[in-house]
């Protein structure tokens, strides 16, 4: 007579698996705290003086342009503070209709940001300085539609690539303001100065983002797109 061996879950594999779980959360919300930490240093310190027409030395810089600047400001800053919300995996899975919400909200204030942004960079940027933000906003605007596009056409995988680009594009904003105007970091004009820093920041959110979505891509197989 042959002896029934009982099944025994193998539970060191569930524990580690967990533990993984528990460490990839950990890090993405100290990432976002990072980027929350410098959003509101930058917002204190460079913004609101700006937005407030605290600086006049700026004021006189931007007087040509200064309605679309603040537009373009403000459109820019509600993108930045609803990118976090869609990052929430029980918002999304439990609120599929605030993440639409949320999500709509995101692309049109990017729909204005982005537009307004390659406006400046032709018309009232230096000739050197025109090439990157003109490049980096056509890049913002462009991933932000292939996303949307990917989401109508409930694409989860290709809708959760393009919106992580065109998230970290939006961060590279806070970023090149707190690297530039907060700690003043020395950019070599020989290498093109902000500009190519500009253009380097942009390149490694898409690798960042791409290794981001590549990482988390098991999470989206037992997501639904609704």
């Known amino acids: 007579m042959m002896k029934t061996i009982p099944f025994t879950p193998n539970l060191s594999t569930s524990t580690n698996e967990d533990s993984r779980a528990k460490i990839r959360l950990y890090w993405k919300y100290a990432l976002f705290a990072m980027l929350a930490f410098l959003f ?8 609101l003086p700006m937005l407030l027409g605290l600086n006049p030395e700026w004021e006189h810089k931007v007087k040509s342009y200064i309605v679309i600047l603040h537009l373009h400001a403000t459109a820019g800053t509600i993108a930045l503070l609803v990118a ?12 599929p209709h605030l993440h639409r919400l949320l999500g709509r909200l995101y692309a049109a204030a990017i729909g204005i940001a982005a537009p307004l942004a390659m406006w400046i960079a032709v018309f009232h940027l230096a000739p050197g300085e025109t090439w990157a933000a003109l490049a980096q906003a056509i890049v913002w ?33 806070v970023i090149s303001r707190f690297m530039i105007d907060v700690m003043h970091l020395p950019m070599n004009a020989q290498l093109g100065g902000p500009n190519t820093f500009i253009v380097e920041l942009s390149i490694i959110a898409f690798v960042v983002a791409q290794w981001f979505s590549a990482k988390h891509s098991k999470e989206t197989k037992s997501e639904l797109l609704v």
Not at 84 to 95: D, E, G, S, V, Y
Not at 142 to 164: D, E, G, P
């Open 141 to 173: 605007l462009y991933s932000t539609i292939a996303a949307v596009v990917a989401a109508m056409k409930h694409q989860l995988a290709a809708h959760r690539l393009w919106i992580m680009r065109s998230y970290a594009l939006t961060f590279t904003f």
């Open 40 to 47: 509101i240093w930058v917002m204190l310190q460079i913004e």
């Open 84 to 95: 976090p919300l869609q990052f929430i995996f029980p918002l999304r899975a439990t609120k």
